[in-house]
């Protein structure tokens, strides 16, 4: 059974350490990173299953990695979390590269419940 490989990239420590906490508690590997640069680096080395990703943070936001992340790997869950409405262009951008986009504030638990299938097929390979 393999175990799942999250990133979880977001600017706000408190946000990426709620997520980071949640998901080993779900026996997962989990990375984090605050900005999409450290997520792109992170990406590159670790390769993980599933990106949860803010949108707007410093220097490359999460629009620009996920972009750069569906250039090399196809098939990894990617969501992005955002909690601004002016984001649409970027968000219909992102939907059309699979990438699933969800609104601020999200529980743990309504993240979870996006990746869990992704979750399924990890752990049955």
Not at 21 to 34: D, E, I
Request: net charge negative.
């Amino acid at each position: 059974m393999n175990i799942p490989k999250i990133l979880v990239v977001d600017d706000l420590d408190d946000i990426r350490d709620f997520y980071a906490k949640f998901f080993r508690r779900q026996n997962c590997t989990v990375f984090s990173a605050a900005n999409g640069e450290e997520g792109w680096e992170i990406f590159q080395k670790e390769r993980p299953h599933i990106v949860i990703s803010d949108l707007r943070m410093e220097g490359m936001g999460g629009a620009e990695m996920l972009k750069k992340i569906r250039e090399i790997d196809k098939v990894c869950c990617c969501i992005v979390l955002t909690g601004t409405c002016e984001e649409y262009i970027k968000l219909d951008e992102l939907v059309a590269l699979g990438i699933e986009c969800m609104f601020k504030p999200k529980t743990c638990d309504q993240v979870f419940e996006k990746i869990r299938p992704a979750i399924a097929k990890i752990t049955q390979i």
